[in-house]
């Protein structure tokens, strides 16, 4: 439903974007995580270009917007609906006002504007908070009000800028599952850029990392967790699904120290305990987890297998064939 292709970004001395291809699914919601620099912000502003690319095309429903004059490409953006990490909103408009700006800017009657406003308040949960003024708001509120303005010419796809960075833990996660809602209710398709693996890891399907204004990895969001292709994305896993071993143990080991990744099924199955029973090894659980990730479970977990190499060799065996994923971090390879 978008396409982005060989889009590039070049400013006077600095390549923010470069080459990038992509295809947004409709009704997706799609991540784009990068530490600060990599070009995120950049390409998320191609696609309603507020940036033009240098290079590149960007089609929505095989429109090709950079075609396009500046005066349709401002009619475009109206299906284009945008929030920012720090609101944007008019400190002098009242809530109804802020979001009535885009509907007046669309060029609505004062009476759609009188029925859309409160529909919209609704949507988002701040039915009564229509005449307040965006200093007497919390931040979690300013982005509710941030999302019924964006939401307010139904636009198809929504445009999220770190939405949630400036929000502590509780109103990020309510946050993101009102953005999850809509996604589901409207259909809208939401494409968000963030440097949390936690916002990817909660809400995304599919997920593209971005360094040096490329994209290095796009995969599912669940694959990327149970396999993590660069090292750049493991980096990423590690910080909601860190099993980092301390040095200490990994030093005082006697065994073989292997990590198992547990997908979907096998994750709730007793792979270790029937190890156990089959093959002359005894093994100590150093540390584990299971996450839940679009409601699948993603188990890892680490242990150290001691006995006879051969038997140890067979156990390693036998776990990677049954589970997907098996990488020794110690000891026998
Ligand atoms: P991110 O959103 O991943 O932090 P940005 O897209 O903001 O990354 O920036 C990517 C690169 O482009 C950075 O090196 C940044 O300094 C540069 N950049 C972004 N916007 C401009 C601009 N208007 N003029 C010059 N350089 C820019």
Redesign the pocket.
């Known amino acids: 439903m978008i396409g982005i292709e060989n889009v590039t970004k070049r ?2 001395h ?1 390549t ?1 974007v470069n080459d990038v291809n992509l295809t947004i699914r409709q009704r997706e919601i799609f991540g784009i995580i ?10 998320l502003r191609c696609l309603n270009l507020l940036e033009r690319p240098t290079e590149g095309k960007i089609l929505i429903d095989g429109k090709d917007l950079t075609a396009l004059s500046d005066r349709d490409v401002r009619k475009e953006r109206q299906k284009i609906g945008m929030i920012f990490q720090h609101f944007h909103l008019i400190s002098s408009k009242t809530v109804f006002d802020n979001i009535a700006f885009s509907l007046k800017a669309a060029g609505k009657t004062k009476e759609e504007i009188k029925k859309r406003v409160p529909e919209l308040l609704e949507m988002v949960g701040l039915s009564d908070r229509g005449d307040h003024y965006p200093a007497q708001l919390s931040g979690g509120q300013k982005q509710r009000v941030g999302i019924a303005r964006a939401l307010a010419n139904e636009p198809k796809v929504l445009l999220c800028d770190e939405a949630t960075s400036a929000l502590d833990p509780t109103t990020t996660k309510s946050i993101l599952q009102l953005l999850k809602t809509i996604n589901e209710t409207l259909g809208i398709t939401i494409i968000l ?1 963030t440097h949390e693996m936690e916002v990817v890891r909660d809400i995304c399907h599919r997920v593209a990392v ?1 360094e040096n ?1 490329k994209v290095v990895e796009l995969a599912d969001v669940y694959d990327i967790f149970a396999n993590p292709k660069t090292a750049l994305s493991k980096q990423f896993v590690q910080t909601v699904h860190s099993l980092a071993l301390p040095e200490r143990l990994l030093a005082a080991r006697k065994g073989t120290i292997v990590q198992i990744i547990f997908q979907g099924d096998s994750a709730e199955e007793a792979v270790i305990s029937e190890t156990l029973r089959q093959f002359d090894v005894s093994a100590n659980i150093l540390h584990g987890q299971i996450s839940y990730i679009q409601d699948r479970p993603l188990g890892t977990l680490i242990i150290e297998m001691t006995g006879n190499h051969a038997e140890v060799q067979q156990a390693i065996d036998y776990i990677t064939k049954r589970t997907n994923l098996l990488e020794v971090l110690a000891g026998v390879a």
């Open positions: 400013y006077k600095v923010a990068g530490y600060s620099g990599a070009g995120k912000s950049t390409l850029i971005m204004g």
